[in-house]
């Protein structure tokens, strides 16, 4: 059964920095691209950031310049470090396939960011 795990998340002020870990099971990484994804309070989830099989990475505008995205085929793991953290960022982080996400939704990890 491909379980995704994330974990990483906390509470950090405006400006500071966190990393996120998604730890994955199964063949997952010799098979999917893998994107993280966050979903806000009353707003639908959306894509933050993903890299394919190949390491090309994909960022939404929202945060260019900010998160980054990387992958360790040998520790099963996807990580997005995040940096000049926003209130905006507030919302629980996800990781599944991409483009379409189509694997089980883990539990994700709450980023809160205060203002």
């Known amino acids: 059964q491909v379980q995704l795990v994330e974990s990483g998340g906390g509470l950090v002020q405006a400006g500071g920095s966190l990393r996120l870990s998604c730890a994955a099971s199964?063949?997952?990484?010799?098979?999917?691209?893998l994107g993280w994804y966050r979903q806000a309070p009353g707003k639908q989830r959306e894509l933050v950031a993903a890299?394919?099989?190949?390491?090309?990475?994909n960022y939404a505008d929202s945060v260019q310049g900010r998160f980054t995205i990387s992958r360790d085929s040998a520790k099963n793991t996807v990580y997005l470090q995040m940096n000049s953290l926003k209130p905006e960022d507030t919302a629980v982080y996800y990781c599944n396939a991409y483009p379409d996400p189509t694997l089980y939704w883990g539990q994700g990890t709450q980023v809160t960011v205060s203002s």
């Open positions: 199964g063949s997952i990484f010799s098979i999917f691209n």
């Open positions: 890299i394919t099989r190949g390491g090309i990475t």
